[in-house]
């Protein structure tokens, strides 16, 4: 049966907002099935499929959207979050959100989707209130919600002890850099990349990376000692300057979809050095499996446990950084084996995390409630 969906986020392109983009790209692949998908954000670009509110998130704001919603008449609300996401100088707590997604759970069948967690580390002071604040708000709504999905497994599995009985379901998050053809070949020749030189490339993760740098070094360090020619790749604005590299480094800024494409594919090794750890809420990860790409990262607390059986994904502790960098070494060495593994990443994408699959196991978790 054909639906009238409603997904409600804060920002939309052409403002740079990974959410955003998850939006379109999730609206896009739902209206491939046949159903009515309307968009609304505070900021954005507006069109007969896209309202946009240039309200706050306050009581009188959020009684606004509850009447247009209402006069939508939709079938499924949608809510993306994160702990942060909604918040202001003057609502912090983020109390009306609450009272707004309980109404809308009561007129309407909602999904909750949560993209991120609360951040509360003991080693992090500033965390302590904060964290726990962003930790009560996250559990309301989902003692509010009805459906609740997220990509991240260990958030899921939390998220199950304060909502039992809840329809509480694992969803990937997919790519937001479509594949895109391009001759790999004439864009390595270009920026002097020979054929068996290797491409390592860092794609985002802000402080995530920076507090593991000294991976970035090591890897460097041990490749160039080994005589490795390898080129680096800084994808998403990664800063140059918080590594000590002795290889070329290639850093074109912030891309449009189609050069971010190219410049994967010409690309050899997808690296994940992330304090946080490889986990499934990061798109970029996802366009690496997309563009076929072998993956050496670093595992944490909230990684998910089924990486571990990916062939094409090599995970190390999280402060392993020598065995990081033979992981990374082995690859670099091997054609033969960086293509088996890029090609069973391409596939295991193209069998679990494409937008099609993503949509059509959200939509079939709410058919089965």
Not at 155 to 169: Q, S, T, Y
Not at 287 to 305: C, K, W
Request: charged share 20%; proline share 5%; net charge positive.
């Amino acid at each position: 049966m054909k639906q009238k969906i409603v997904i409600i986020t804060r920002q939309l392109p052409p403002i740079i907002c990974g959410i955003g983009e998850y939006t379109i790209c999730l609206a896009t692949a739902l209206r491939a099935f046949g159903h009515e998908v309307i968009l609304i954000a505070e900021k954005g670009d507006a069109d007969v499929k896209v309202g946009i509110t240039n309200n706050g998130w306050d009581s009188a704001s959020l009684q606004k959207l509850f009447e247009k919603l209402d006069s939508i008449t939709p079938d499924l609300v949608i809510l993306n979050f994160t702990p942060l996401m909604y918040s202001s100088p003057i609502n912090n707590k983020c109390a009306d959100l609450v009272s707004f997604w309980i109404d809308c759970n009561r007129e309407w069948n909602t999904a909750l989707v949560v993209h991120e967690t609360y951040f509360l580390e003991w080693w992090y002071p500033p965390s302590w209130v904060k964290g726990r604040q962003q930790r009560e708000l996250l559990k309301s709504l989902v003692e509010g919600s009805k459906n609740i999905f997220s990509a991240s497994q260990p958030l899921v599995d939390e998220m199950n002890k304060w909502g039992k009985g809840k329809n509480i379901i694992i969803l990937p998050i997919g790519s937001m850099i479509p594949f895109i053809p391009a001759d790999r070949e004439i864009l390595r020749q270009q920026n002097g990349i020979s054929t068996n030189d290797i491409v390592l490339v860092l794609f985002s993760g802000a402080i995530s990376l920076k507090w593991l740098k000294g991976h970035v070094n090591t890897v460097d360090r041990v490749l160039t000692n080994r005589n490795v020619k390898v080129h680096w790749l800084l994808l998403g604005g990664v800063p140059q300057d918080w590594f000590k590299l002795r290889s070329p480094v290639i850093s074109p800024g912030r891309l449009p979809e189609n050069e971010i494409s190219a410049w994967l594919q010409a690309a050899d090794i997808f690296l994940i050095p992330h304090f946080a750890g490889l986990c499934a809420k990061r798109s970029t990860l996802m366009a690496a499996m997309l563009h076929g790409l072998p993956i050496v990262g670093t595992r944490s607390e909230m990684t998910d446990n089924y990486w571990v059986s990916i062939k094409g994904v090599y995970l190390v502790p999280r402060w392993a950084s020598k065995e990081f960098a033979e992981s990374v070494f082995r690859l670099a060495t091997n054609r033969e084996l960086r293509v088996e593994n890029g090609n069973f990443n391409h596939d295991y994408f193209t069998n679990h995390i494409s937008w099609q699959k993503i949509s059509h196991k959200l939509l079939a978790a709410l058919e089965s409630q």
